[in-house]
């Protein structure tokens, strides 16, 4: 009887002193990232067969459980991605957002001083100092256009190094993993035990990954998890990783990309594979935001140039020089044409090249372009050419590249050309736009020489003098490929025919309400009523020096609709990138905040079954302890009825 109430004893203190040791544990391990709350599962000992019944053995701690729920760190893990893809896309973004509203750093600001320093111009165009001062703001501008495509730049090379330093974290966190899962798989095979630390420890690794990039874990048979990430693409399995890589595009070198290492080179990953956390954070806001402003500020510095120039190319300068003569530079601006990228893994040496289309003349005076804010991909199958654009998949193909040229040049703004002779599966990536605010310049001739702003418009008409009529002619007009060589023309109105005649592709009928005059690019409108014989003389703009025609011609262009096929003028397009990029990042701001607010009722509801609770704890610890006394005062009781035995048998 004494030996069954000491061995019972013995059970109730092993019992107790597991529990104690496993409160302990918890309690110590209340703030590990990660860790699960324990507790012991205790069942009784097989009682003995007796006369009078069975009776019982005492108690034995069948398993440590480890309070946990797959299903809440699921929720955990699902949230926690979501928030950390947000949070990493806000904090790209807002740094747009800043640069493109800030009055100081903005386009805005520097477009509105540039054309007041036009403005200046036509005010006074025979004024060195109101030139001087147009230049000065077409600097600043300039200079402003530059600031904003270097900052992008430098998002781009902050993503580059981001991306390249997430993808060693991934692959740190899936190594560690596959060694959790070889002393997991061997400390459950010693004992058919779960081993909860290691447990842990290889959940919160997952926890960390899926901050990272969004994996699925599956649990193998062996106890060892299987992580997936994308569409079922292998991270870990058992011991074995498949690390991901980064390198530069095969067909953009300045773009850091991730890939996986088959078959003894790289095979690129599509960005979409990239779900959840914050590596897909920062490839959405490149894609999505920051590809987008870079093209936007580039299609605006590259629309500006080629209207501005468009429209500066029909003036004269204050040394009467019209285009083509002497010193005349028709180009107010410079910039670089479109960049063409070929795939580092072309089979040929085949080179293409874009320009940048001249630009639309409006009716109603000025230019529009119809440049995108989109890239695009060159290929060849070998028979035929194609050439799609990446924003929305619209493509174009053709037997040649000059036949493909002509079919794309009217709508997307830009002309193409090759050299050399391609492979079927050769490939380009064309950017129109993306790099024209970093190349945009002044006209260096330009600006070392105000005189050369042309200010004037290289002819003028007027009435002859003995006209009798009230007829009455404008200043008249040039286009683009105008020429001046068969000025003066003499136009002269016959009553008996009414018409006009005595100039280039003549003669016309007169309509008193107005009749408009062509020729050689050369346009003027007659009006009124002229007599028998009135002329009307075209001729070179000798001594114009106070004409401002052009001057104001070119101020125009602020309030024309100049960008976008003629759907904007530069403020609106502008603006359109601000509120985009405003109305972005206010999106990814309201969505991480409802998505960090999902990720704390998950958290919270882990906590309640997996945290430690350091009160309970405390009073776990007073039950262990009072079981254990207990015990030990049943042992004290066993031994000394035992000794009361052994003194009746002396």
């Known amino acids: 009887m004494s030996s069954g109430i000491i061995g019972v004893g013995i059970t109730g203190i092993r019992a107790a002193q597991v529990g104690l040791l496993t409160t302990e544990h918890n309690i110590t391990n209340a703030s590990t990232p990660g860790f699960s709350r324990q507790r012991i599962i205790q069942s009784t000992t097989p009682p003995v067969a007796t006369g009078a019944g069975f009776i019982g053995q005492g108690t034995i701690v069948t398993q440590i459980e480890r309070l946990y729920s797959q299903s809440l760190v699921n929720q955990v893990n699902t949230a926690q991605t979501n928030v950390s893809e947000l949070d990493a896309y806000y904090t790209e973004i807002k740094q747009i957002d800043n640069l493109l509203a800030d009055e100081n750093s903005g386009l805005s600001p520097a477009l509105q001083d540039f054309f007041r320093g036009v403005q200046s111009v036509a005010s006074n165009p ?17 200079s402003r256009f ?19 330093s997430t993808v060693e974290a991934v692959n740190s966190y899936a190594q560690q993993i596959a060694e959790l899962n070889q002393r997991i798989v061997l400390a459950q095979a010693g004992n058919n035990q779960q ?86 954070g920062l490839l959405n806001f490149r894609s999505e935001t920051l590809d987008k402003s870079s093209n936007d500020i580039g299609r605006l510095a590259a629309t500006l140039t080629l209207t501005f120039n468009a429209q500066h190319a029909l003036g004269q300068d204050l040394l009467g020089q019209a285009l083509g003569e002497g010193s005349f530079a028709a180009n107010f601006f410079t910039v670089s044409q479109p960049q063409v990228v070929a795939n580092t893994l072309n089979a040929s040496a085949a080179t293409v090249s874009a320009t940048f289309a001249s630009p639309t003349a409006a009716t109603g005076g000025g230019f529009y372009t119809n440049l995108s804010n989109s890239d695009y991909r060159l290929t060849y199958n070998g028979a035929n050419y194609t050439l799609t654009r990446l924003s929305d998949n619209q493509s174009w193909s053709n037997a040649t590249i000059a036949g493909l040229s002509a079919a794309v040049s009217p709508s997307e703004g830009f002309t193409l050309a090759s050299a050399g002779v391609m492979a079927a599966g050769d490939s380009f990536t064309l950017m129109p736009t993306r790099f024209a605010a970093r190349n945009i310049a002044v006209n260096s001739a330009v600006a070392a020489d105000p005189r050369l702003i042309a200010a004037a418009t290289p002819v003028r008409t007027t009435t002859g003098s003995t006209n009798s009529g009230s007829g009455m002619v404008t200043a008249g007009t040039v286009a683009t490929g105008y020429a001046l060589g068969a000025l003066p ?98 999106e990814i701001q309201v969505t991480g905040a409802a998505q960090s607010a999902l990720l704390k009722q998950s958290q919270d509801a882990r906590e309640s079954l997996s945290g430690v609770n350091l009160d309970e704890e405390a009073a776990n610890l007073l039950r262990y302890q009072q079981a254990y006394q207990a015990s030990a005062k049943m042992l004290d009781i066993g031994s000394k009825l035992f000794d009361v035995i052994l003194s009746i048998r002396s």
């Open 195 to 280: 081993p909860n630390d290691l447990l842990d420890q290889r959940d919160y690794l997952v926890a960390e990954l899926n901050k990272l990039v969004e994996v699925k874990a599956r649990v193998d048979s062996d106890g060892s998890y299987s992580v997936f990430y994308g569409n079922g693409q292998q991270l870990v399995v058992g011991t074995t990783v498949s690390k991901l890589v980064v390198q530069a595009s095969y067909s953009d070198i300045t773009r850091m990309v991730v890939g996986v290492q088959a078959a003894g080179s790289v095979q690129e990953l599509p960005e979409n594979l990239m779900t959840g956390g914050s590596l897909a």
């Open 489 to 586: 023309v003499t136009i002269t109105y016959n009553s008996g025919t009414n018409q006009l005649t005595g100039f280039p592709g003549g003669p016309v009928a007169y309509n008193p309400a107005g009749t408009t005059v062509t020729f050689n690019g050369i346009s003027l409108q007659i009006t009124g009523t002229p007599a028998n014989n009135d002329t009307f003389v075209v001729a070179r703009n000798a001594a114009g020096v106070a004409d401002n025609r052009n001057a104001l011609a070119l101020g125009k262009l602020q309030t024309q609709s100049t960008v976008a096929g003629g759907t904007a003028n530069y403020q609106d397009a502008y603006a359109r990138l601000v509120s985009d990029v405003g109305n972005k990042t206010r």
């Open 126 to 142: 025979s004024l060195l100092a109101a030139r001087q001062s147009m230049i000065s703001s077409a600097e600043a501008l300039v």
């Open 146 to 164: 530059r600031s904003v495509e270097n900052r992008l730049s430098e998002l781009y090379d902050g993503v580059n190094t981001e991306i390249r």
